[in-house]
Structures are given as C-alpha cells and as structure tokens.
C-alpha cells in the first residue's frame, strides 16, 4: 500500500525536551510538508522540501527543525524552543509542482 | 492579502439536507482551491477542488461553486448524511508555487 505513516500517533514531552516525529512516505514523492493544527485554526506551514537535502521556511519555523537526507523520510523535531508546542502535528507529500498533497494520519504531541 | 477566511465554524445539518460552507479570498493571483475533509484524529484528504476558469464543479454529492467576481468559493453537500460529519478546510494557492493557503475550517454536523 502506498502512503504515508507518521510516529509516534501519540507523544508526551516533558518541558525543555527535544523530540522527534517521524514522518515516511512511500509515494514517490519529491515534495514533502510538515503543518501544525491548533483546535478552531487552519493548517500552519512549519517547513517544506521540494529535494532531498534542501528546506524551507514555513510561516511559523521558529522552534522547530528538519532534515531531508533521503527522499522517503522528513523528520521534525520540536525543540525546547517552542514556546508552545502542544498541537497536533501532520506531514504531508506531493508531485512537485502540482497541487494536490497527501497527508498522514498526524501526531499529537502533549507536553506535560 | 494572503488569507482565506471560511465560514461558517460549525453547521449542524438534518440529514437529507443541504450543508453549505462558504470561502472568501483576497489574493486575485491564486487560482487553486482545493477543499479538503478532515474526520477526527486523521489527516485531511482532498474532496474537490476547482480552477478558476469554471463556475461550478461537482462530483457525486459535492459541488464548489466559484465566483471570481466577489472573490468566493463555497462547498455544498446534497443529501447529506451523517458519514459526512467531520471538519471542512477550504484553500488556495498560486500555481507557480503551491503553497497552500487554508482556511480554518468547518465543523460539519449531520444530524440523523
């Protein structure tokens, strides 16, 4: 089956805790998304990459970082940084260059 | 410029009724709008989506329908039942670099 896992579905961390949440795709896609959904809010854009080893800035990057070292894998880690990061976090691939993106089953992520 | 406002926040329907969710745009240069349903602790996946060289779209029970005018583009939702409840998320974006803009989305309730 081709898609989209994301893990842990849920994850506790303690304040000043760096965590990591895996996101894998095996749709061979180019271009893949990491967004955080806070309750009554849209989905906010933390970082993209269109390659492997090349990433962006999203509108709200600070506090959080990612690596792209191979195509199926786009791993975010939320860092002590964030001020606020209990929310429940989605990754998301595409074609590059075309609109429609595919999105895993998400993390919610509790700091306690 | 850059936003996308939806509306309403939540809508409770009868089932065999019509839901209808509405969103608003500023930005003349998108022309991308996808919508987005999202059930709870899932990922979002694309309903329909529209460009904007068409007033209407419609696949099975779903229609958009565009106006490029007034800048606005809604979802409706015949015969609605309540496999439909879940929340609605509304976007756009610019073709020439498909970032995705979304709205806040929608709480549909059907009421059986």
């Known amino acids: 089956d081709g898609g989209i896992t994301q893990s842990p579905k849920y994850l506790f961390r303690k304040e000043g805790q760096n965590v990591t949440l895996s996101c894998e795709q095996n749709?061979?896609?180019?271009?893949m998304y990491w967004y955080r959904q806070d309750p009554g809010q849209g989905l906010r854009l933390i970082y993209y990459?269109?390659?492997?080893?090349?990433?962006q800035k999203g509108d709200i990057a600070e506090g959080y970082s990612v690596s792209r070292e191979k195509k199926e894998s786009f791993p975010l880690t939320v860092t002590s940084a964030q001020k606020n990061p209990t929310a429940f976090y989605l990754c998301?691939?595409?074609?590059?260059?075309?609109?429609?993106?595919?999105f895993g089953p998400g993390t919610r992520l509790t700091v306690l | 410029q850059q936003q996308v406002k939806q509306s309403p926040q939540s809508l409770i329907v009868q089932k065999g009724g019509i839901s209808i969710i509405n969103c608003a745009y500023e930005n003349t240069a998108f022309d991308y709008f996808p919508w987005y349903q999202q059930f709870p602790g899932k990922g979002p996946a694309l309903l329909i989506a529209?460009?904007?060289d068409v007033s209407e779209k419609k696949e099975g029970r779903f229609t958009i329908s565009f106006n490029k005018s007034a800048k606005q583009f809604s979802l409706h939702i015949m015969d609605s039942q309540p496999g439909d409840s879940a929340t609605y998320f509304c976007?756009?974006?610019?073709?020439?670099?498909?970032?995705?803009?979304w709205g806040a989305g929608t709480k549909l309730i059907i009421k059986p």
């Open positions: 976007a756009a974006s610019i073709s020439s670099n498909y970032q995705l803009i």
């Open positions: 998301a691939s595409s074609i590059v260059r075309t609109d429609t993106q595919y």
């Open positions: 529209i460009r904007p």
């Open positions: 749709l061979n896609h180019d271009a």
């Open positions: 990459s269109q390659i492997v080893n090349d990433f």
